[in-house]
């Protein structure tokens, strides 16, 4: 009885191994599943002009043949980099562009919502809860539904066709506050009346405890918004009509035909800052998106 239960035990601990390692090999499947479109656009900005329009001539509005993608150019060529790099004043101008755009937007998230997260989180007022609700209705609303009226405002203030038209809307986001309060809510309500005991004011607490313990949250919130405004097109496209204050974003879109190396190594390029960002603060965001905050 005992050498069959002790060969039971074994061949269930095989088979929680061979299970394991089907999942493992199933995740890696998807995974370079999921990479391969950015593998095809890393090498085809590689590619010399004919190759890509032999290739890539239907999305690349140069005909209706079928795409032949491949993973390893013919012979490999730095041509869209120098294009791109070193003829082309616009994707600078447009690469600032978001840079000032985006990190002021960031900034301005951070600078409004962690206060706003905190009062929703920790502060006891009159009608929080419903406010909370209706900052969430408005998390939940598309872009489409509030443009128009944005836009009355934007034009009344005189701010349409500036940098400003992109980065205020966007400070008022209310995705920030709500990702910053469920971390603040998890703090430990031991810390925040040590904290008080120690004749820490709102303002005390809310820099010495909550702000390093709520961490993860804040690093979430401040990457997700990162991201949205990097990759953002439709704010621009609707409130911006000079090419001058264009972002990046618009800029790829209206890269096509004989400037097919140009597009695949600029979006090469723009690729790589939030993926820097993303490995600078990748555990943080992990944290952040499984909700794991401190807890009692």
């Known amino acids: 009885m005992w050498r069959k239960g002790r060969c039971c035990r074994g061949l269930k601990k095989m088979q929680r191994k061979v299970f394991r390692s089907a999942g493992h090999c199933l995740l890696a499947a998807l995974s370079l599943l999921i990479q391969i479109p950015v ?31 491949a993973l390893i150019p013919t012979y490999l060529t730095l041509e869209g980099y120098g294009q791109v790099l070193l003829r082309s004043r616009g994707f600078f101008v447009m690469f600032w562009n978001t840079c000032l755009q985006t990190g002021l937007l960031v900034l301005g998230q951070m ?13 006891p007022f009159r009608g929080r809860d419903k406010l909370a ?27 349409l066709d500036t940098h400003l038209a992109v980065i205020l809307p966007g ?8 990702i910053m309060s469920r971390f603040f809510q998890a703090i430990p309500r031991a810390m925040l009346e040590a904290a008080r005991l120690d004749g820490a004011g709102e303002l005390g607490v809310l820099l010495k405890v909550g ?11 401040w990457m997700l918004g ?7 097109i439709e704010r621009p496209l609707a409130y911006i009509k000079d090419p001058a204050l264009w972002p990046l974003s618009l800029y790829l879109s209206k890269i096509r035909g004989q400037q097919g190396a140009a597009a695949f190594a600029a979006c090469a390029i723009a690729m790589v800052v939030p993926v820097l960002f993303y490995l600078n603060g990748q555990e943080e965001l992990e944290q952040g998106i499984c909700l794991d905050g401190v807890k009692e």
């Open 111 to 123: 600078a409004v919502g962690i206060p706003g997260a905190w009062a929703f989180a920790q502060v």
């Open 171 to 178: 400070i008022w986001s209310a995705f920030p506050v709500f």
């Open 39 to 69: 593998l095809l656009l890393v090498t085809a900005s590689f590619m010399p002009k004919d190759e890509l329009l032999y290739r890539y001539a239907q999305p690349l509005g140069m005909g209706a043949a079928a795409v032949r993608a």
């Open 226 to 232: 990162f991201f949205e405004s990097w990759n953002n």
């Open 133 to 159: 609700r209706l900052y969430i209705l408005l998390m939940l609303l598309p872009f489409q539904v509030t443009e128009v009226s944005a836009y009355l405002v934007l034009d009344r203030l005189g701010l």
């Open 211 to 221: 702000i390093p313990v709520g961490k993860p949250g804040i690093v979430t919130a």
